[in-house]
């Protein structure tokens, strides 16, 4: 398989553990946790624990080219802004 500039940029980056606890530890801590369940608070406070494996879990991913089919599924909803309804770009998605 031939790949692309772009596709190759991606399988040279690499996430390292204190990229993932800096963005844990900046999580708003009032926000609803996602389909998962999973609070807010929860990651913050594990944020030293689970670092390590989730930056492991994004680099193989980035290697492979392979995204989990989990991680492509979401439950959108549009929410109206302003305008004509008939237009869907009056129409902001939401992920619930």
């Given at each position: 398989m031939v790949m692309n500039n772009d596709e190759n940029k991606l399988r040279?980056?690499?996430?390292?553990?204190s990229m993932i606890k800096a963005?844990?530890?900046?999580?708003?801590?009032?926000k609803a946790s996602g389909v998962d369940l999973v609070g807010t608070n929860m990651l913050v406070e594990l944020a030293d624990e689970i670092s390590d494996t989730v930056?492991?879990?994004f680099n193989k991913s980035l290697i492979?080219?392979?995204v989990p089919p989990d991680w492509k599924?979401?439950?959108v909803t549009p929410i109206f802004k302003k305008g004509?309804?008939?237009?869907?770009f009056n129409y902001r998605p939401v992920i619930v």
């Amino acid at each position: 398989m031939v790949m692309n500039n772009d596709e190759n940029k991606l399988r040279n980056y690499h996430v390292s553990p204190s990229m993932i606890k800096a963005k844990l530890l900046k999580l708003n801590m009032n926000k609803a946790s996602g389909v998962d369940l999973v609070g807010t608070n929860m990651l913050v406070e594990l944020a030293d624990e689970i670092s390590d494996t989730v930056a492991d879990l994004f680099n193989k991913s980035l290697i492979s080219g392979e995204v989990p089919p989990d991680w492509k599924l979401a439950n959108v909803t549009p929410i109206f802004k302003k305008g004509k309804k008939s237009n869907v770009f009056n129409y902001r998605p939401v992920i619930v």
